[in-house]
């Protein structure tokens, strides 16, 4: 008999593209749900904010802000900006490229994750926030 458990935490973020490991906190919640096996679904309910899986250290930090520079530059002519006097249309881009969750397979208790793969919130935003993380675990 299949069953769900939903919890919310919250983050933290300096925003401008900071690449936070959220792993251990979905672990957490993981853990309080006694689900085994099932699958995990991690949620960030903000419109300039993603959560992806990804290698990480800093190199790669470093390299996540210099592709999302290129996936929507801060500098541009954006109507976001210019009807709602807004400075954020790169933050809102790039956060819809990337995508709000991701959903992991759960296997004897354990996610499973690659060696090297950590789930990662990151905060395109203009200046610092908290950000709400919503994981859903499914399963028996
Ligand atoms: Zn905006």
Known sequence: MSRTFARRFQ?????????????????????????????VCVFVAHSTAAVSVSEYEPGLVEDVRVAAERIAPERGSYAHNRLNA???AHSHLRSLVIGPSVTVPLVSGALTLGTWQ?????????HARTRTV??????E
């Open 11 to 39: 983050v933290a973020t300096a925003g401008h593209d900071q690449v936070l490991d959220i792993t251990p906190q979905v672990r957490e919640v993981i853990q309080a749900s006694g689900i085994r096996d099932g699958l």
């Open 118 to 126: 950590r789930i990662v919130l990151i905060d395109f935003d203009t």
């Open 86 to 88: 807004d400075d954020n």
């Open 134 to 139: 919503w994981v859903q675990v499914l399963g």
